[in-house]
């Protein structure tokens, strides 16, 4: 009977060791693969990785932003004040054709006449270019029939200038004229121009005399004794010798001026240095040609 309670018991015994271990076999927690474990420290790091990268990303993008801003609001400045400055350089060549327009008068009369025969032959070579034929040409430009053949000729298929090339003032007064052409029907009649014409370059030369006498004036000392009228007389008389021929007055003064000239040193009176006027000859024919 021992033998047998002992073998049962034993039994027991292993049996109940065998369930606990598989017990506690089942229970245990898995250990983790090793493979697994460095694939998510991989992961990690190339997160981490990329996190940085994209944050770097973000800081350049914002300050390239910022930079584009700023340079866009300086090329903004730049136009605004580009602006003004071409409204200042519109305003300056407008007043300065206001003054120049208001200045014509004042240009040498040669310069006059050159420009005048400039546009005459400008507006010869454009019409002979249009198709225009000697005869109308002749009829509406003031030239001789051999320049306007000359013309035509060289002009009728390609023009010898460039229109672009033409100064301002030629372009005017072209347009000028040709406006005049088409309002010719409802003008005055040619005599009242010419009146008009005429007493305007005789007030210009009137006006002209009065200030060379103006001019001339000072050189009568204030030391001679003489009447009023026969001052004014002599002076009349000089201003026209000097019209009629100014070099033989450059050359040789008049015995009067030196003679008050001797007078003024005697009587050591100080007076400014006197300086020969030379007037040139204004011919009212010419002018008008």
Same mark, same amino acid.
């Given at each position: 009977?021992?033998?047998?309670?002992?073998?049962?018991?034993?039994?027991?015994?292993?049996?109940? #060791?065998?369930?606990?271990?598989?017990?506690?076999?089942?229970?245990?927690?898995?250990?983790? $693969?090793?493979?697994?474990?460095?694939?998510?420290?991989?992961? +990690? @790091? =190339?997160?981490?990785?990329?996190?940085?990268?994209?944050?770097?990303?973000?800081?350049?993008?914002?300050?390239?932003?910022?930079?584009?801003? +700023?340079?866009?609001? $300086?090329?903004?400045?730049?136009?605004?004040?580009?602006?003004?400055?071409?409204?200042?350089?519109?305003?300056?060549?407008?007043?300065?054709?206001?003054?120049?327009?208001?200045?014509?008068?004042?240009? !040498?009369?040669?310069?006059?006449?050159?420009?005048?025969?400039?546009? =005459?032959?400008?507006? *010869?070579?454009?019409?002979?270019?249009?198709?225009?034929?000697?005869? %109308?040409? *002749?009829?509406?430009?003031?030239? @001789?029939?051999? %320049?306007?053949?000359?013309?035509? =000729?060289?002009?009728? $298929?390609?023009?010898?200038?460039?229109?672009?090339?033409? !100064?301002?003032? #030629?372009?005017?007064?072209?347009?000028?004229?040709?406006?005049?052409?088409?309002?010719?029907?409802?003008?005055? %009649?040619?005599?009242? $121009?010419? +009146?008009?014409?005429?007493?305007?370059?005789? @007030?210009? +030369?009137?006006? @002209?005399?009065?200030?060379?006498?103006?001019? *001339?004036?000072?050189?009568?000392?204030?030391?001679?004794? %003489?009447?009023?009228?026969? #001052?004014?007389?002599?002076?009349?008389?000089?201003?026209?010798?000097?019209?009629?021929?100014?070099?033989?007055?450059?050359?040789?003064?008049? !015995?009067?001026?030196?003679?008050?000239?001797?007078?003024?040193?005697?009587?050591?009176?100080?007076?400014?240095?006197?300086?020969?006027?030379?007037? !040139?000859?204004?011919?009212?024919?010419?002018?008008?040609?």
């Amino acid at each position: 009977m021992s033998f047998w309670v002992l073998l049962q018991v034993f039994t027991s015994l292993v049996l109940f #060791a065998a369930v606990g271990f598989i017990w506690v076999r089942l229970n245990r927690p898995a250990k983790d $693969d090793p493979r697994l474990s460095r694939g998510l420290q991989l992961l +990690q @790091s =190339k997160i981490s990785v990329l996190e940085d990268l994209s944050d770097r990303t973000d800081t350049q993008v914002t300050q390239l932003t910022a930079l584009i801003e +700023q340079k866009g609001r $300086d090329i903004q400045n730049l136009i605004f004040q580009s602006e003004k400055q071409l409204q200042k350089i519109e305003a300056s060549m407008g007043k300065s054709m206001e003054v120049a327009k208001i200045f014509q008068d004042k240009i !040498p009369h040669q310069e006059i006449i050159e420009r005048q025969n400039t546009v =005459k032959y400008v507006k *010869a070579a454009k019409m002979a270019h249009a198709g225009a034929s000697v005869d %109308e040409i *002749a009829g509406q430009v003031d030239l @001789s029939r051999g %320049e306007i053949e000359f013309i035509a =000729k060289i002009n009728r $298929d390609q023009l010898q200038f460039s229109e672009e090339a033409l !100064p301002q003032w #030629a372009m005017e007064i072209d347009t000028q004229s040709d406006t005049g052409a088409s309002v010719a029907p409802q003008a005055e %009649e040619p005599k009242e $121009d010419l +009146q008009t014409l005429m007493h305007s370059v005789l @007030s210009r +030369q009137k006006a @002209s005399l009065n200030e060379r006498e103006e001019v *001339a004036e000072p050189i009568r000392p204030a030391s001679v004794k %003489e009447s009023p009228k026969r #001052a004014l007389a002599d002076l009349g008389n000089q201003f026209r010798q000097g019209l009629k021929n100014p070099s033989e007055l450059v050359q040789k003064p008049a !015995p009067r001026v030196i003679q008050q000239q001797q007078q003024v040193r005697r009587s050591s009176i100080q007076s400014d240095v006197v300086k020969k006027v030379v007037f !040139p000859k204004i011919e009212v024919n010419g002018n008008l040609g």
